[in-house]
């Protein structure tokens, strides 16, 4: 057969149109490909769906379309280097994905982060949680249709952006948490700048409430869809606010505490539903609690130094090198070599914005990690999609997709 | 606390821990090719984590044979399925039993496993392989135009002899 045959007998048995994948007129099903470029998809998630008129009977996630092999990647970086990969996985709370690597590097090599360190790290990973929350929140009023909820999102997202700027230099991707602390102080000023976001956030979680919660379209379209049960949620492996919205009450920080939870006091949204609106109501209640904990952060900051000051793993502050030669020398050897870690292995997970983000990195005792794996909360949760829209109709598909909330950079890392 | 066992009993103590309450927390596979005196390579690498005691656990399954071979925990997990699939698709692990053991993150007709260490990064030359769907050929460019009896539209649909512009 030549290639144009074949190309003239695929077409036919793909039916009409590249989109439709397969299409038999007796049981009237058809499988459509949904994405991978789909405005609802977030990303390059593409669903192959098999539809019975308007009802979807089944739903493939495919992915895989924004993998470059982070994790390769990683093993060619020294250990300080791999945060810069790290973070640019789950694009959406960067900040977790470095915290969480830190701390399992930090597990090596067996140090301690000073208390400042710890509190910085904390209060960032909190603001994460809220500038991705508010993500999910604008796009998930977006697709249920309600337009402006993109734009309060994105207004409030940009405020905290632009502290992120004031701190870390950069608005996405920081590279600003290291193993052994952060990499800078805290400039001057901060406490101002956050006071005045702590100040204005609650009157805005109320107005984004007074937008979504008891709009009739929004509830419409959210309440008793896409229900998955407590024993569902747990047995195909979702975390995070996905298995707290169907009355799973777990979560990392306040579970098993790391950093600087176990010295705040938070609450734990729990919904029992189990639908889109409980997951909705779930992430804005995590928005309030996040706001305390910045709140008990902010004003408990300890002094003191804000990373481990050991020369062998982080960069002497820049005027000592000015007068110190032996610090000129600790800052060659650790950027053109970098430190060793010794050999051995560790995972550590902490809750991020999806759920549990866990790393496991792996040494052989040189200066870059041996394997680096991270198990991504939207690459675990996207498996939850599948049996949770068989029944619905392709319109509710689309208010699952935005609830399950798959950051595509973290799925494909 | 950290567990290494063979791949023979690996599906009987997973369906004992997932009695006892363990939960799944993450599966990956690890290449040992330049690490440690190992007798077999491959490994998977599992992270239980049980929500009552609020306890970790890391347990080590030797993957056995070639191509090295563990067996699929996905019916015990349902979550394991997607993790299985990838240390495939990255390592060439072959998990017996798995309801549809394909790759997930490369591309299908990807050859060898990027994440074994013998993979060298920037290695390979040409990413996809050619696709006669997706060639787009335009009246007038295009040196085959002469052999090509069917040409495509963007969509993959034949356009026939006489609609063309």
């Known amino acids: 057969m030549s290639t144009a045959e074949k190309i003239v007998t695929e077409i036919e048995t793909r039916g009409q149109g590249a989109f439709v994948e397969s299409y038999d007129p007796s049981d009237e099903r058809m499988v459509i490909n949904m994405g991978p470029v789909h405005p609802s998809t977030h990303g390059v998630l593409r669903l192959l769906l098999e539809l019975d008129g308007e009802t979807v009977t089944k739903c493939l996630p495919i992915i895989g379309y924004l993998h470059t092999g982070m994790e390769k990647e990683c093993e060619d970086q020294n250990w300080r280097g791999a945060v810069t990969i790290v973070t640019r996985m789950d694009y959406l709370a960067p900040l977790s994905n470095e915290q969480v690597y830190s701390m399992a590097v930090e597990e090596l090599l067996g140090i301690e982060v000073p208390p400042r360190g710890k509190y910085i790290r904390t209060m960032l990973a909190e603001l994460n949680r809220l500038s991705s929350h508010l993500v999910w929140f604008g796009t998930q009023g977006l697709d249920m249709g309600a337009m402006s909820a993109m734009f309060y999102g994105f207004r409030e997202r940009e405020v905290i952006l632009d502290f992120y700027e004031m701190v870390t230099g950069l608005r996405m991707n920081h590279g600003y948490i290291i193993p052994g602390g952060v990499w800078e102080d805290l400039p ?77 006091s938070f609450g734990v949204p729990v919904e029992k539903n189990g639908d889109v609106y409980a997951r909705y109501r779930v992430r804005v209640a995590e928005m309030r609690e996040s706001l305390k904990i910045i709140q008990q952060l902010v004003d408990k900051m300890p002094g003191g130094d804000f990373k481990n000051m050991d020369p062998k793993l982080t960069p002497p502050p820049r005027d000592e090198m000015n007068r110190s030669m032996e610090a000129v020398i600790h800052h060659f050897k650790l950027v053109t070599q970098g430190y060793t870690v010794p050999a051995g292995e560790a995972y550590v997970a902490v809750e991020s914005p999806r759920g549990e983000l866990g790393v496991y990195v792996v040494s052989d005792g040189g200066t870059s990690p041996y394997r680096c794996h991270v198990r991504d909360p939207s690459f675990v949760n996207l498996q939850v999609l599948g049996p949770m829209v068989i029944g619905s109709l392709v319109a509710d598909l689309i208010a699952c997709i935005a609830s399950v909330d798959p950051i595509m950079g973290g799925v494909d890392r | ?82 993790m299985e699939r990838e240390a495939f698709d990255m390592f060439g692990i072959v998990f017996e039993g798995h309801p549809n053991l394909t790759r997930i993150l490369m591309p299908d007709e990807w050859e060898g496993y990027p994440l074994r260490k013998d993979y060298g990064v920037g290695k390979v030359a040409v990413e996809f392989v050619e696709q006669p769907l997706l060639q787009i050929s335009t009246p007038g460019q295009g040196p085959d135009q002469a052999e090509s009896k069917v040409r495509v539209d963007r969509l993959g649909q034949v356009i026939e002899e006489g609609d063309a512009p």
């Open chain 2, 1 to 82: 606390m950290v567990t290494t066992i063979s791949a023979g009993d690996w599906s009987e103590r997973a369906q004992a821990l997932a009695a006892d309450g363990w939960w799944l927390a993450d599966l990956c596979g690890v290449d040992h090719l330049r690490i440690g005196p190992r007798d077999e390579r491959f490994g998977v690498v599992v992270q239980l984590l049980h929500h009552e005691r609020k306890e970790r656990q890391m347990i080590h399954v030797t993957a056995v044979g070639d191509p090295p071979t563990v067996p699929s925990i996905a019916a015990v997990w349902p979550t394991a399925d997607f």
């Open chain 1, 188 to 264: 001057p000023g901060w406490e101002r700048v956050l006071r005045n976001i702590l100040d204005t956030f609650p009157k805005r979680i109320d107005e984004y409430e007074s937008l979504l919660s008891a709009n009739p379209i929004f509830v419409e379209r959210t309440k008793g869809v896409g229900v998955m049960s407590r024993k569902d949620v747990l047995t195909l492996g979702a975390s995070g606010p996905i298995a707290r919205a169907s009355g799973f009450d777990w979560d990392l920080r306040r579970d098993m505490p790391y950093e600087a939870y176990g010295d705040v």
